[in-house]
């Protein structure tokens, strides 16, 4: 299987495409503007309320709302009965800030590398269910040697067909890593971030890195060099596959996929027999609907329902993926008395989502409705993008608009010279531009060499606006 990464580089944000043979497998954006709290983090924070009957803590980590520590989430052995208010402790995030829920974070810190995870304070070696079987005697047997007393260390997917010397490599690099986090944490005042903050493309690229893409494409010359400098630093068996975007047409129009992934955007998505799926998401669970389309219906209403809802239990895995969904998903089939159909479509769904290590499929509800839950680490992207308009549905944020604006001078500058730009935008936009966004506007007009007036105009439509010139 083929895999190409797309990377467009705009003000304040990078969106990131995971083709698969030419299909849009993921979709994710990153921006500037968000501060810690990103997955992945070592930060020292400060536990500023127990709640025993969760059981939980609450830790500071200057946030605008204390992180959620479970007790599940503590050191082994040691519990909640070793958490005290008021003490300092290293945590990492484990799971981003929702809407309606805050940064989850653990004690139980795990450093990625390369090929291998080190686990400060939980000694032994193991492998992660990415390894083949094949190779997991081989490769715990070289971790073993390579492993000092009271070291713990996790095998990576990626680690299969490693030389001892790699690993041993990676090991040294990730101890070093942990070195410099004890030293930050003996001088640190809570709370404060143990590492130096990665920018926005250096947590993309180390979240699809593992993927191993055979071709990895870029839009923007500065990020472009950024990328070659990571890569060299982390991913050296990656830097052949790395090129510039050179073409006029946007990178994501020029590969297809920008149809795509307007759809992943949209709340309903049409599936090829006339059908569609509509996907909402609530504050208890995301709901799916699958609707026929009115194709099922007649003498052969029965295979004709069977074939939309393997169609649509195969789409919804892929949305899933598409639109980082997280919680508890609910998807409600077109009805089927046949249990073995039920069977069917279940199994369908389990093996489309057989490569997420975070979905797991629970069955059916006495309702006839499919349940599954995924492990939440990212903000799902409606929740980035949008937010819910007070009559119902989604409207794209202010700051969501702003970038957009931004994108288009942006590529507009690069076909012709504007000499003096003016956006027109809505009111809670231009206040996005001179907040929020501001620092991606600021990139910008560094770039362009001329500043940026923002005329705000009550009468227009939020999500529109209009580049002009003074």
Do not use: Y
């Not at 939980?56 to 204390?66: K, N, Q, S, T």
């Not at 040691?78 to 945590?91: N, P, Q």
């Not at 549905?393 to 994108?407: C, D, S, Y």
């Not at 500043?451 to 209009?466: K, M, N, Q, W, Y």
Request: a neutral charge; aromatic letters at 2%.
């Amino acid at each position: 299987m083929s895999s190409t990464l797309l990377i467009a580089a705009s003000p304040g944000e990078l969106w990131a495409a995971l083709l698969e043979d030419e299909t849009l497998r993921e979709l994710r954006v990153f921006r500037a503007s968000a501060r810690i709290g990103r997955v992945g983090e070592v930060i020292l924070g400060r536990i500023v309320a127990l709640k025993p009957e969760l059981p939980a803590a609450l830790v500071d980590l200057g946030l605008e709302r204390p992180a959620f520590l479970s007790a599940e989430d503590t050191a082994p052995g040691a519990g909640m009965a070793a958490l005290h208010e008021g003490e300092a402790i290293a945590v990492q995030v484990t799971k981003e800030a929702r809407a309606d829920k805050a940064v989850g974070v653990s004690t139980r810190l795990r450093l990625a590398g390369r090929f291998l995870d080190l686990t400060p304070g939980r000694a032994g070696v193991s492998a992660g269910k990415g390894v083949p079987p094949a190779e997991r005697e081989r490769l715990v047997a070289v971790l073993r040697e390579i492993a000092g007393a009271g070291e713990g260390f996790v095998l990576r997917a990626a680690a299969s067909g490693a030389s001892p010397v790699n690993l041993a490599a990676d090991a040294e690099n990730l101890r070093a890593r942990w070195r410099a986090i004890e030293a930050a944490r003996a001088c640190a005042r809570a709370p404060a971030p143990l590492e130096p903050t990665p920018t926005p493309l250096a947590l993309l690229l180390a979240a699809f890195a593992s993927a191993a893409p055979e071709s990895i494409i870029i839009d923007e010359r500065a990020a472009f060099a950024e990328a070659r400098g990571w890569i060299a630093r982390h991913h050296p068996e990656l830097a052949e596959r790395l090129t510039l975007h050179r073409e006029r047409q946007p990178v994501f129009e020029h590969h297809g996929v920008a149809g795509d992934i307007a759809a992943a955007l949209a709340p309903r998505v049409p599936l090829p027999d006339g059908g569609a799926l509509t996907i909402e998401l609530t504050a208890a669970a995301t709901m799916i609907d699958v609707d026929s389309g009115g194709g099922a219906r007649g003498g052969k209403a029965h295979a004709a329902i069977l074939a939309a809802n393997l169609a649509a239990a195969r789409e919804a895995a892929r949305q899933i993926r598409l639109r980082n969904l997280a919680g508890p998903i609910v998807i409600d089939f077109v009805g089927m008395r046949d249990r073995r159909d039920r069977d069917r479509v279940g199994e369908a769904l389990a093996a489309a989502l057989a490569d997420d290590v975070d979905a797991e499929v629970l069955g059916w509800t006495r309702l006839g409705h499919l349940e599954l839950v995924r492990r939440r680490r990212h903000a799902p992207l409606a929740e980035l993008l949008f937010e819910h308009a007070p009559g119902g549905g989604l409207v794209k944020t202010p700051m969501t608009v702003a970038l957009e604006a931004l994108r288009a001078l942006a590529r507009e500058a690069e076909a012709a010279l504007v000499r003096a730009p003016l956006l027109h935008v809505h009111p809670e936009v231009a206040a996005a531009l001179a907040g929020e966004a501001g620092a991606a506007r600021q990139e910008l007009e560094a770039r362009l060499g001329r500043s940026i007036d923002v005329v705000a105009e009550p009468g227009r439509a939020r999500e529109g606006f209009d580049i002009g010139v003074r």
